[in-house]
């Protein structure tokens, strides 16, 4: 790659000289007749004189075409469009401004040649005339030949001279200056008669530098040229191979071998007086080469060098490190410099992460206010966008000269949703009018938080080292690992040269105090509890808070489950439950809320603390129902969308109590490690949740699992208040069929009714009358415990004796399902199992069962403090009935002793009277005296019974209730009266209920009259 650099007469002012522009029909033709730009080997100084174009053949002869080399002599040639002969040429158009921006990658070094003041250049004696300049020799870095048109001259007037490198003024990246000696005969003319007749004068031309940092940061330069002197042609030849011992070369040629093409281009931009804008560009016929190493050029060395510095080592606190890279150049002209840093990537070690605390009062910094590709030097970007600062050291400039900030970058519009996030380094020198702005991406692994910091923009310039101070306070980005030991990071570094990256890596010592003390082993877990219930009051509506809190050090909270306690319980039907699709996705709807969340993220002493919302969901993880946590990370610049948690509620298919189970996000959908410190869910929807009817000394019991393995068992007590003010009137009723058989045994049919609002029953006792004993071969069929236990629905047929249903409040559908015969160790007679199922949801109920002198007796001892509207048991005939039948149902009275208690302890004790169902009237006595037969008659309900039949007056009776035996008198009629003695008479008893639904009946009896 040739060096093109930029130069022109800048300021010549020869006020005795007449001003000549050319004709204005020339104007149109105002442009360059030709440009070239060149890096030529030592013997060709004379390359491109002329401005004449190489051939290939010459080019590559010429040439000094070694990557990274230091040319000897860099040429920029040119000429404008000219009228006349030889000698005579006026230009066509006068030149006022010239830019030359030189091909990408070459590099010009002023720090590497002494520097000469502009007064050391030669003190102004007249305008536009100078003295010789009395710079020393030490700072001469090229020749600048050039030719001006001068009327008074009589034509063409060549200038010569050397070109200085000179002391930058500010804004000015480097700074030359070219004292042209005027001719001997022009001056002797032009100030004959003075002092200055016989006195060397010289012009001067300063040639500005600077760095395109809006697009490709490759060297241009500006001159201002003064129109006294209309230009004609210039020719500027740098020594690009000298130096100053240790400081490096002038010129550097590119590192990057790239063919012809942009690489290869120089462009020569002229501006007329007339604001005429010309632009001509050139295209060398070879670009560098060498970065392979291969003879005969030299290799190209790249030897980066990495290093972090950790701003603070203790474990799981914030940390603010120093990131240093630098890139050693070959400080002696004759040696090939280093390749220039195309691309680098840094992956930090696991655990050294994104601090979510660092969001507190954070901002972003737009693309506009980064100025990435802007000519406005430096950045608008807020303070507050800040990540650390930033030192860039370059070759070409004095150590310091370039410092500023790496920011946060975000959108033009609106927050930052997702990775990767976008980094702006930014160094600046307001003296030296460089503006280094750089972008990056940053990319957390997905499930582990780890970070990859990419640089693949890296301007093609060179520099010695550049420094990275992060934040190193409790607001830092960075946060250690939890755990302690080495903490690498990997740098992987990519030439220009397209050789082989180098990948140094530096490492620091995470450590339990920042002070390189030991850390605990295992890492410890000591999560703590804390729970807020709005009321105690038994069977209160209620809201319930639980809190789980960590200390920095700790194991991070992993996965919780909590028991609550029994009774404690929410109306599912009152919800509108969160689908699976938006429950994914963390959209639930309003209508599904029932409560709030909040957790408190980040290391360090200023966490960030985020709110949102809790809902309720259906099915989730083998659980009947679930919640679903959304909490939205919304906090400086970011909106990562909601942060996701989904627990699983378990029922307890015994004790009917509430179990959430699930595991806490580690990483939120950004990327970005939650290091929770705290975490609290509140159940707060109106009239959802309902606190125990008992007032036992109950605790909210959790299982805290940490992110390395840790354990913890929290317990929280909790004890409800008041229940002696609940209310406690259950209804018990029972049935059976008036009809038994040895084959189908009897049946029995009992319903428990409960008014919302009154204690809860906790247990029931029965016991059944002597006409309905136990079936003895069905108690041999009773289902194995294991089998049970395993899956109630696989027991025997033989052990299904019925079933049962139940309403409650707290699920939409009716409780339902089979009772089974339930042999169980150690009991002496089988157990009585209700299994209840609806909604996904499974209590099971254990009666237990005694058996006395045939009499059984069952006790359901402990049901869930749940609300049951009512509960029906249905033990019914069949080939498995339960129960056998001595004697007519239907004309015994059954008694069962029945005894209720609540939660509260409240205790309903009564004698149940066991309605036998299907049985009609029956007659249970008879007799008679003289002409009337008294009839003992039983009802099963209230009706009219009626007496009849022949020689019998008929008789009526009415009943307002179901009668175990009631008198029925029917008398002989009169033609009855006269019949002679003895005879018998069959007399039926009629039957109609006041209930249509029972169905009349009739019985008959046969009495004698004698």
């Given at each position: 790659m040739r060096v093109h650099v930029r130069f022109s007469l800048l300021a010549l002012l020869v006020g005795a000289i007449v001003f000549v522009s050319a004709p204005a029909a020339a104007q149109a033709a105002f442009g360059v007749k030709g440009f070239v730009a060149l890096n030529c080997e030592e013997g060709f100084e004379t390359c491109g004189e002329g401005a004449e174009a190489p051939s290939k053949k010459e080019a590559e002869e010429e040439g000094y075409t070694q990557a990274a080399g230091h040319p000897p002599f860099g040429v920029t040639d040119f000429k404008v469009n000219t009228e006349g002969g030889a000698g005579e040429e006026i230009p066509v158009g006068t030149v006022q401004h010239i830019r030359t921006d030189v091909a990408l990658g070459v590099s010009t070094n002023p720090e590497a040649v002494p520097k000469c003041s502009l007064a050391e250049l030669g003190t102004e004696v007249h305008p536009g005339f100078f003295i010789a300049p009395t710079c020393s020799s030490n700072s001469i870095i090229g020749r600048n030949k050039v030719l001006v048109y001068v009327e008074a001259a009589g034509g063409d007037v060549?200038?010569?001279?050397?070109?200085y490198n000179l002391v930058q003024q500010e804004g000015n990246s480097s700074e030359f200056g070219a004292a042209l000696k005027f001719p001997e005969a022009l001056t002797k003319v032009l100030?004959?008669?003075?002092?200055?007749?016989?006195?060397?004068?010289?012009?001067?031309?300063?040639?500005?530098?600077?760095?395109?940092w809006a697009s490709d940061y490759h060297d241009y330069f500006e001159i201002k040229v003064s129109p006294a002197l209309p230009l004609i042609s210039s020719r500027l030849v740098f020594f690009g191979n000298i130096g100053e011992a240790g400081k490096g070369s002038f010129l550097a040629n590119p590192s990057s071998c790239t063919g012809i093409g942009p690489q290869t281009t120089s462009t020569l931009t002229l501006e007329s007086t007339t604001k005429l804008i010309q632009a001509s560009n050139y295209e060398a016929p070879i670009g560098t080469e060498g970065c392979n190493g291969l003879p005969p050029f030299e290799p190209v060395p790249f030897a980066p060098k990495f290093a972090i510095a950790a701003g603070n080592t203790q474990q799981d606190q914030p940390n603010g490190p120093t990131a240093e890279l630098?890139?050693?150049?070959?400080?002696?002209?004759?040696?090939?410099?280093?390749?220039?840093?195309?691309?680098?990537?840094?992956?930090?070690?696991?655990g050294l992460t994104l601090n979510p605390s660092a969001a507190n009062g954070l901002k972003a910094c737009t693309p506009a206010q980064a100025r990435i590709h802007s000519h406005t030097p430096g950045v608008e970007c807020p303070a507050e966008s800040s990540l650390g600062n930033v030192k860039l050291e370059v070759p070409g400039l004095p150590a310091g000269s370039l410092t500023g900030n790496v920011y946060l970058g975000g959108p033009e519009t609106g927050p930052i949703t997702a990775p990767p996030y976008t980094v702006y380094v930014d160094a600046e020198s307001k003296r030296y009018g460089i503006s280094v702005r750089v972008e990056g991406s940053v990319e957390p692994n997905p499930a582990t938080g780890q970070l990859v910091a990419t640089f693949v923009k890296n301007p093609e310039q060179p520099f010695t080292k550049l420094t990275i101070n992060f934040r190193n306070d409790a607001l830092g980005s960075l946060a250690n690992s939890l755990t302690c030991g080495t903490a690498t990071v990997k740098a992987?570094?990519?030439?220009?040269t397209g050789t082989a990256a180098k990948e140094p890596a530096s490492s620091f010592t995470v450590d339990g105090n920042g002070s390189g003390g030991a850390c605990a082993s295992p890492v410890p877990f000591a999560p703590a509890q804390g729970v807020a219930p709005l009321t105690g009051n038994a069977g209160a509506a209620t809201a319930f808070t639980v809190n789980l809190e960590r200390k920095d050090g700790e194991q991070y909270l992993s996965h919780v489950s909590t028991t609550l306690p029994s009774g404690l319980v929410g109306a599912i039907p009152k919800v509108a439950q969160c689908s699976e699709a938006l429950a994914n996705v963390g959209k639930c709807e309003p209508a599904s809320a029932i409560g709030t969340a909040n957790v408190t993220a980040g290391s360090g002493s200023k966490p960030l603390f985020l709110n949102g919302t809790t809902y309720l969901t259906g099915p989730y993880n083998g659980a009947p129902y679930g919640m679903e946590i959304e909490v939205p990370v919304v906090a400086g610049p970011f909106n990562l969308g909601p942060a996701v948690t989904r627990l699983g509620i378990y029922i307890d298919q015994t004790t009917g109590q509430v179990t959430t189970a699930g595991y806490l996000p580690s990483i939120v959908y950004g990327g970005v490690p939650t290091r929770l410190k705290q975490a609290s869910v509140t159940i707060n929807r109106p009239g959802f949740l309902t606190n125990p009817t008992n007032c036992q000394a109950e605790a909210i019991e959790s299982t805290v699992t940490g992110s390395l393995g840790g354990s913890a068992k929290l317990s929280t007590p909790f004890q409800a208040a008041n229940c002696n003010s609940l209310k406690f009137k259950p209804s018990f009723k029972a049935t059976t069929s008036g009809k038994t058989s040895k084959k189908y045994g009897a049946s029995i049919e009992t319903t428990i009714n409960q008014p919302a609002g009154q204690a809860n029953i906790k247990s029931v006792t029965v016991q059944l009358p002597k006409q309905l004993p136990s079936r003895l071969t069905t108690l041999q069929k009773a289902c194995p415990q294991a089998t049970f236990q395993a899956n109630p629905l696989t027991c025997p047929v033989g052990s299904l004796v019925g079933g049962a249903r139940a309403n409650t409040p707290t699920l939409p559908g009716k409780l339902s399902g089979p009772a089974y015969l339930v042999s169980h160790a150690g009991a002496a007679f089988p157990d009585l199992d209700l299994v209840l199922q609806a909604n996904g949801v499974r209590v099971i109920l254990v009666g237990n069962t005694d058996i006395k002198n045939g009499i059984t007796t069952t006790k359901f001892a402990s049901t869930p403090d749940v609300p049951v509207s009512s509960i029906t048991v249905n033990l019914p005939l069949g080939e498995h009935s339960a129960l056998a039948g001595f004697g007519n149902l239907c004309t015994q009275p059954l008694i069962m002793p029945t005894t209720m208690v609540a939660q509260n302890g409240a205790t309903v004790k009564q004698n149940t009277r066991i309605n036998p169902v299907g049985c009609g009237v029956q007659i249970v006595g008879h007799k008679v005296i003289g002409n009337t037969a008294y009839i003992t008659v039983a009802a099963p309900a209230a009706g009219r019974i009626s007496g009849s039949g022949p020689s019998l007056a008929t008789v009526y009776r009415h009943l307002g209730s179901a009668t175990q035996a009631t008198t029925l008198k029917v008398p002989l009629s009169r033609g009855g009266q006269r019949r002679g003695r003895p005879f018998?008479?069959?007399?039926?008893?009629?039957?109609?209920?006041?209930?249509r639904r029972r169905g009349n009946s009739a019985a008959t009896v046969t009495v004698t009259f004698g």
């Open positions: 060549p200038l010569e001279g050397s070109v100030f004959k008669g003075t002092p200055l007749e016989n006195v060397p004068l010289y012009a001067h031309t300063i040639i500005e530098g600077h760095v395109e630098s890139l050693p150049h070959n400080v002696e002209p004759e040696e090939v410099d280093s390749s220039q840093l195309k691309t680098a990537t840094f992956t930090l070690p696991e992987v570094l990519t030439p220009f018998r008479v069959r007399l039926r008893v009629g039957y109609v209920p006041t209930q």
